[in-house]
């Protein structure tokens, strides 16, 4: 333990204070020895630089349980499932300097339940590099990411009836082996509607 909270730059009674409150995850034990690794170590250096970031102990406590029992990164992307999407890993500290003062347990809950993260030890990966782009980019702009969670949920249900449409489409016509070839052309009809919308949207206003 002293070598440990040394390493963390922390005191012993530190150490002691942040494991009583569950901040970090328990030793292994081999009878009255505790071992603790170098995912603890992380933990606690992830725990001083929340810190330093002005988030409260008991609000890391929260996202550190919300750590703990997330959703495992090899169910968020799927083992052999097809994506265009590239992956984002990050460390709970990047991930509250994308979203600054937005990252709370509620958002992240949120966040897991839809599926755009999940955790792989003391590392987040978010499912899309363009979604954490749009998604900080909107916070920047002011909006809260409650909503921009919200909006998203919602967004997921009317790509799913999107989806499900083309491949409908594709497949009275042809087979499952040739939806990855013409998933462009889904994209590209989904772009151009939306894009067509927006313009509708905004003559409406002018």
């Avoid at 963390?8 to 328990?26: D, N, Q, S």
């Avoid at 968020?76 to 600054?100: I, K, N, W, Y």
Wanted: no cysteine; proline share 5%; net charge negative.
């Amino acid at each position: 333990m002293e070598e440990l909270a040394r390493l963390a730059g922390i005191t012993v009674r530190t150490l002691r204070f942040y494991r009583e409150r569950g901040l970090i995850p328990p030793p292994r034990r081999e009878g009255r020895i505790a071992w603790y690794d170098d995912r603890h170590l992380a933990r606690l250096r992830t725990i001083s630089a929340l810190l330093e970031r002005g988030h409260t102990l008991s609000g890391i406590a929260e996202l550190a349980e919300a750590f703990d029992h997330g959703r495992d990164v090899a169910d968020l992307l799927g083992m052999d499932s097809p994506t265009e999407e590239t992956p984002v890993r990050l460390t709970p500290e990047e991930l509250a300097d994308h979203f600054a003062g937005e990252v709370t347990p509620e958002n992240l809950a949120a966040a897991m339940e839809l599926g755009y993260l999940a955790t792989d030890g003391e590392e987040i990966v978010h499912i899309s590099r363009r979604l954490l782009d749009v998604s900080s980019a909107l916070v920047r702009e002011g909006i809260p990411l409650a909503e921009v969670l919200a909006a998203g949920k919602e967004l997921r249900a009317h790509a799913d009836v999107l989806a499900d449409l083309f491949a409908n489409l594709i497949l009275r016509h042809g087979t499952e082996e040739d939806l990855p070839r013409l998933r462009p052309l889904a994209r590209s009809v989904v772009e151009a509607e939306m894009s067509l919308a927006l313009d509708r949207r905004l003559r409406k206003r002018s």
